[in-house]
């Protein structure tokens, strides 16, 4: 999505109306002239139209009063029988406007100027003129009323839904009328009948929204082609049909008289037309607005959240592009027919512009260009005051998020006023102690990240204002500390205030709830077999204790605690692991102890702690290594603590400016896993099936939807366990207690046709590497060769299907079994690619010779070289695919496939 931009927000005519106005039930009319950089909007409670053009910085708002006309002499009864419905625009050079009492039809250019005037009998809840401008349709009541705008006369006039029809919308061609009622249903008519005595719907649906929000809503058919977008409780649904034969089609039709029928073929209908292609990753709350670009490729959407997104609808993805925020809930938007940007107004009357809608690179909603610069339409006074704004707000976050965290602090209501300033000033004095201890470290303050715990929320709720805290100590895989602090007495020494923490587990059967009284702990971690607590190292303190809570049945393992004494030994980090607990002290010294307390090996590291995880006895310890300028540089130490030998010592890959927000390791592949607070995971794992040498890959962006943040817990070979929070609280709440959210590995490849075909490619490569490396057993492997070659065939078919011969051949280099090249030739000959047929037969026999005789197929090796450069590519993957092999018996019985290693 692309960065978030400020909306430039305007006061209007109508703010002084709506002011005072709780809640204004009709939609207020609002849209762009066409062709200009003008807008017209009203509302209903005022019988006044009014035209604000931007382009003019003086005198550019003009009051129209075309609507003058009343029954009545009374002030209050004029603005209710003569308001204003609706605004409307009849192609690039007329507007029409609506009361509910008479319509006006004017110049786009001289609004003051009427060209043709209708009275209207019934008050409307809508009015819609076709595309052609040749004919009216009224929303009234439960019916629809069908006239002519030459003379206002009567062509039609049907019931159309069960209670109040709400909204009316043409097509493009104005061959079809859309409409919705208070019945909850949308029924697509068909212009060409309104002539005929009975009129029926062609298409019918269920709206899912609201009783309350149903007056709110709004439906749109795109410009460009049969298909009308319709706000819901889920997002946005688009029903979209591909002619209007399949719209006309009559199959499954509505007027059965059987109820039970018409609800199946409604169901039928929407799965046939239905698609979503945003829901509550997008917005939060109900959908009641949206509005397709002028050239059809993008569609805007509103909420009760008080968000704009919009959605590219070229390739259907889930994500918007952008988004704006609001503070009020919008009514009405309308896109600039020439510009890259969006106006609404909102219910009390805002008029809200959004420069630079479309992102850098994406097509312009208007035309087919490409977008290639902003258009920028603020003045040079509010861009420079909107960055020095942000300026502030980024100095002031980095200042503060380490030490206090803004979005948990609250108002204090003082009662007796000096216990309670006391008690806060000694907490904030403390603070002050905390971070001038951290700054006086050789990392600059803007670089230098802080020790944490990981799983824990103990920086994010321990030092906001708020009296009763409760916050986790360690949230895993396994289970969760929650400690509990219950302030009864305000003076920050009071032997009253107590704390409880309590143990619990995700699968109940593992072992019962624990529960003790505590009041020092601030560092916890959970275990397979046991829990470790320990005292904070802070300014001050020069005692640090340490708890071990058993819970397993291993012999003699039991609680233990233990003291440290000393400045130098302040606790600033603790784990346990199936077999050890490691505790690391302000002067980088790491002590190893084993699960009864036994101190069992102790040594430095060359950096401040960041954090430690671990996943069964090995181990990842993370340390400062150096900074640059605004990016920190961190090291990760990973031992094996069961034969205390040194698997890695490497520095870890981070987004730029970015800090580490998790890590740990891969369930069943064991790999190191990184999560910075950019939202991009990555892994460390082997390059090549051919060199042990690793390389960070990234596996997964969780930034995509930036109102949204991943706190992240764990992950297996497939899928990534984390909690959903929003974006401004990062972490998650105790009540109710979190769950823990799937969501499947998505390797960040650039957006193609075969994106998805090259991720599983990718995944499958990774997996493989890591079977290689690792001594795996026959069966194991031969999995591995199989999943690989799985992966690459097909991509080899989509590259047949595609006519990509050449990348369809240099795929043919990585199979790993005789099998797979029978079925990519099978797959070539069928689409008759003779010349990928003829490379699969060459690829095949050298194949062959390479895996029954080593010898001679070295020899012809040796022949080869110095010939074409097919035949020395085809040399440098047999040494490749020497690495291992799996090859079939010659005969063709189902025989057990044998394990070839070449040197």
């Known amino acids: 999505m692309s960065k978030v931009s400020k909306v430039k927000v305007l006061d209007s005519k109508i703010s002084p109306l709506?002011?005072?106005?709780?809640?204004?039930?009709?939609?207020?009319?609002?849209?762009?002239?066409?062709?200009?950089?003008?807008?017209?909007?009203?509302?209903?409670?005022?019988?006044?139209?009014?035209?604000?053009?931007?382009?003019?910085?003086?005198?550019?708002?003009?009051?129209?009063?075309?609507?003058?006309?009343?029954?009545?002499?009374?002030?209050?009864?004029?603005?209710?029988?003569?308001?204003?419905?609706?605004?409307?625009?009849?192609?690039?050079?007329?507007?029409?406007?609506?009361?509910?009492?008479?319509?006006?039809?004017?110049?786009?250019?001289?609004?003051?100027?009427?060209?043709?005037?209708?009275?209207?009998?019934?008050?409307?809840?809508?009015?819609?003129?076709?595309?052609?401008?040749?004919?009216?349709?009224?929303?009234?009541?439960?019916?629809?009323?069908?006239?002519?705008?030459?003379?206002?006369?009567?062509?039609?006039?049907?019931?159309?839904?069960?209670?109040?029809?709400?909204?009316?919308?043409?097509?493009?061609?104005?061959?079809?009328?859309?409409?919705?009622?208070?019945?909850?249903?949308?029924?697509?008519?068909?212009?060409?009948?309104?002539?005929?005595?009975?009129?029926?719907?062609?298409?019918?649906?269920?709206?899912d929204c609201s009783k309350t929000n149903i007056n709110h809503l709004n439906i749109e058919w795109s410009p460009t082609k049969?298909?009308?977008?319709?706000?819901?409780?889920?997002?946005?649904?688009?029903?979209?049909?591909?002619?209007?034969?399949?719209?006309?089609?009559?199959?499954?039709?509505?007027?059965?008289?059987?109820?039970?029928?018409?609800?199946d073929n409604d169901k039928q209908q929407k799965e046939k037309y239905k698609k979503v292609i945003l829901n509550n990753e997008g917005h939060s709350k109900e959908v009641i607005g949206v509005s397709y670009s002028p050239n059809g490729e993008y569609l805007a959407s509103f909420g009760f959240d008080n968000l704009l997104f919009v959605w590219d609808l070229s390739n259907c993805e889930k994500e918007p592009i952008s988004f704006r925020k609001h503070n009020q809930t919008i009514s009405s938007l309308s896109w600039n027919p020439n510009q890259n940007l969006i106006s609404f107004i909102d219910r009390k009357g805002k008029i809200g512009i959004c420069n630079n809608i479309i992102p850098i690179g994406s097509r312009h909603p208007s035309n087919d260009n490409v977008i290639e610069n902003l258009e920028v339409q603020n003045t040079q006074e509010e861009e420079e005051g909107q960055q020095e704004e942000q300026e502030q707000e980024d100095q002031d976050e980095k200042m503060n998020e380490s030490y206090i965290n803004d979005d948990e602090a609250k108002e204090v209501e003082l009662e007796d006023g000096d216990d309670e300033v006391d008690y806060y000033e000694n907490k904030k004095k403390l603070l002050d102690e905390t971070a001038e201890s951290y700054h006086s470290t050789s990392y600059p303050l803007s670089s230098f990240q802080k020790p944490f715990q990981i799983g824990s929320t103990f920086e994010n709720v321990y030092y906001s204002s708020t009296k009763n805290k409760r916050y986790f100590l360690s949230f895993n895989l396994l289970g969760c500390i929650l400690k509990r602090e219950e302030v009864e007495d305000s003076s920050a020494d009071s032997s009253n205030n107590t704390s409880s923490i309590e143990i619990e587990f995700h699968q109940t059967t593992y072992h019962r709830k624990l529960t003790f009284t505590d009041n020092q702990y601030q560092l916890g971690s959970l275990g397979s077999n046991g829990a470790i607590f320990s005292t904070k190292h802070m300014p001050g303190n020069t005692e640090s204790t340490l708890l071990y809570k058993a819970f397993s049945t291993i012999p003699n393992n039991e609680d233990w605690t233990l003291s440290f004494s000393g400045a130098n030994e302040g606790i600033v980090g603790v784990h346990v692991c199936d077999n050890f607990i490691i505790v690391v002290n302000a002067q980088r010294t790491v002590r190893v102890f084993s699960l009864c307390g036994t101190q069992l090996n102790l040594f430095s590291i060359p950096g401040d702690l960041v954090t430690i995880n671990s996943h069964k006895n090995t181990v990842v310890i993370v340390h400062h290594a150096?900074?640059?300028?605004?990016?920190?540089?961190?090291?990760?130490?990973?031992?094996?603590?069961?034969?205390?030998?040194?698997?890695?010592?490497?520095?870890?890959?981070?987004?730029?400016?970015?800090?580490?927000?998790?890590?740990?390791?891969?369930?069943?592949?064991?790999?190191?896993?990184?999560?910075?607070?950019?939202?991009?995971?990555?892994?460390?794992?082997?390059?090549?099936?051919?060199?042990?040498?690793?390389?960070?890959?990234?596996?997964?962006?969780?930034?995509?939807?930036?109102?949204?943040?991943?706190?992240?817990?764990?992950?297996?070979?497939?899928?990534?366990?984390?909690?959903?929070c929003t974006a401004t609280k990062e972490y998650p709440q105790t009540i109710p207690r979190p769950t823990l959210s799937p969501n499947p590995i998505s390797i960040p490849l650039l957006p193609t046709v075969s994106c998805k075909l090259e991720q599983s490619l990718v995944d499958s490569k990774i997996s493989f590497n890591n079977v290689i490396h690792n001594d795996p057993n026959q069966a194991l492997l031969i999995r591995e060769q199989a999943a690989l070659d799985s992966a690459i065939l097909r991509l080899f078919q989509l590259y047949i299907k595609t006519m990509q011969f050449s990348r369809a051949i240099e795929l043919l280099y990585s199979l790993n079994l005789k099998k797979s090249f029978d079925i990519a030739f099978k797959c070539s000959n069928e689409k008759q690619c003779s010349v990928v047929t003829k490379k699969i037969i060459e690829l095949k026999k050298i194949f062959v010779q390479k895996t029954y005789d080593q010898p001679s197929s070295s020899s012809n090796l040796t022949s080869s070289q110095g010939q074409s450069p097919e035949k020395s590519n085809s040399d440098l993957k047999r040494k490749e695919l020497t690495q291992s092999a799996v090859v079939e018996s010659n005969d063709s019985s189902d025989k057990p496939s044998k394990l070839f290693k070449f040197q």
């Open 226 to 263: 049969l298909e009308i977008a319709v706000p819901s409780k889920e997002g946005v649904v688009l029903y979209s049909f591909e002619d209007e034969n399949d719209l006309n089609n009559d199959d499954g039709d509505n007027n059965s008289s059987s109820s039970s029928s018409n609800d």
């Open 626 to 724: 150096a900074s640059f300028g605004s990016s920190q540089c961190l090291s990760a130490l990973v031992l094996d603590l069961s034969t205390n030998h040194r698997i890695l010592h490497d520095t870890l890959a981070l987004s730029p400016n970015s800090t580490l927000s998790w890590i740990g390791f891969q369930q069943t592949t064991d790999f190191l896993t990184t999560y910075d607070s950019a939202g991009m995971i990555r892994i460390l794992c082997y390059a090549s099936s051919e060199s042990k040498s690793m390389q960070w890959t990234p596996l997964s962006d969780m930034s995509k939807n930036v109102l949204e943040s991943h706190w992240m817990v764990g992950l297996s070979k497939s899928e990534i366990y984390s909690i959903v």
């Open 18 to 207: 709506l002011k005072n106005v709780n809640d204004n039930n009709k939609k207020i009319p609002f849209l762009y002239v066409p062709n200009t950089n003008s807008i017209l909007y009203g509302c209903n409670l005022s019988n006044k139209i009014y035209y604000k053009d931007f382009d003019l910085e003086k005198d550019g708002e003009k009051v129209i009063e075309h609507h003058k006309k009343s029954d009545s002499s009374s002030q209050d009864k004029q603005q209710l029988t003569n308001s204003i419905i609706s605004l409307h625009s009849i192609g690039e050079n007329d507007c029409i406007s609506v009361s509910d009492t008479e319509l006006y039809i004017f110049s786009c250019t001289s609004p003051e100027e009427t060209k043709k005037h209708l009275d209207i009998v019934s008050i409307p809840n809508h009015i819609q003129y076709s595309p052609t401008g040749t004919f009216i349709a009224t929303a009234s009541k439960n019916y629809i009323k069908v006239a002519s705008t030459m003379d206002g006369g009567q062509i039609n006039k049907f019931k159309a839904h069960e209670g109040q029809v709400l909204y009316v919308s043409y097509n493009m061609y104005g061959t079809h009328l859309a409409s919705i009622g208070d019945d909850f249903k949308l029924k697509i008519w068909d212009t060409n009948t309104f002539g005929d005595g009975t009129v029926t719907p062609k298409r019918e649906f269920e709206l």
